[in-house]
């Protein structure tokens, strides 16, 4: 049984080796494809659903800038997850999905992103630091900036949901996100 484990691990890594984008998020189909295999073990598995206002508008007026946030933002999230565990975006959300983990364990790790209750700063600081690199980054760098302080860009909206028996990983997400309006 650990053997076929480590197989299955080894082969999961591979598999998200292979299917990340350039901003270091694992692409949709991937990580759907990924999570439903986490579901067959029946095991629990939690997802986090997380949208930060702002960030579509800001696409459209400063597209180059907001590819230089993602990799931020991948390597903040990268930061504060487990090994096991794994993050990438369906469709505009950016998705977490949380081994082993039930919805008392993923609050938790909710509460640590946006409270920043781990040793590094607050969400709010983690945030302007990744939106500060990024804008070093691309030539409207600062105008970039400006925009950002005249708008509410940057709240975070986070969501999380455990799995119910025979939940498919769609339907899981979907409910994830659901939960952002409910509480």
């Given at each position: 049984?650990?053997?076929?484990?480590?197989?299955?691990?080894?082969?999961?890594?591979?598999?998200?080796?292979?299917?990340?984008?350039e901003y270091g998020l694992i692409r949709e189909d991937a990580l759907l494809s990924l999570l439903s295999l986490e579901l067959d073990r029946k095991t629990p598995v939690s997802v986090v659903?997380?949208?930060?206002?702002?960030?579509?508008?800001?696409?459209?007026?400063?597209?180059?800038?907001?590819?230089?946030?993602?990799?931020?933002?991948?390597?903040?999230?990268?930061?504060?997850?487990?090994?096991?565990?794994?993050?990438?975006?369906?469709?505009?959300?950016?998705?977490?999905?949380?081994?082993?983990?039930?919805?008392?364990?993923?609050?938790?790790?909710?509460?640590?992103?946006?409270?920043?209750?781990?040793?590094?700063?607050?969400?709010?600081?983690?945030?302007?630091?990744?939106?500060?690199?990024?804008?070093?980054?691309?030539?409207?760098g600062n105008l970039v900036l400006s925009h950002i302080r005249d708008s509410n860009f940057g709240s975070l909206k986070l969501g999380f949901a455990s799995v119910n028996e025979g939940e498919?990983?769609?339907?899981?997400?979907?409910?994830?996100?659901?939960?952002?309006?409910?509480?």
């Open positions: 049984m650990q053997f076929e484990n480590v197989i299955r691990t080894e082969s999961k890594l591979q598999k998200l080796r292979e299917n990340v984008d659903v997380c949208q930060i206002e702002g960030l579509n508008e800001l696409h459209f007026k400063h597209s180059e800038f907001v590819g230089s946030f993602l990799a931020q933002f991948s390597e903040f999230l990268s930061e504060r997850r487990r090994s096991a565990d794994y993050y990438g975006r369906v469709g505009k959300d950016f998705v977490m999905v949380l081994i082993d983990t039930d919805v008392h364990g993923s609050r938790q790790f909710c509460d640590r992103l946006r409270d920043g209750t781990e040793t590094k700063p607050g969400w709010k600081v983690e945030l302007l630091s990744c939106i500060a690199r990024a804008a070093r980054k691309v030539p409207e498919s990983a769609n339907e899981l997400i979907k409910r994830a996100k659901l939960s952002m309006f409910l509480t």
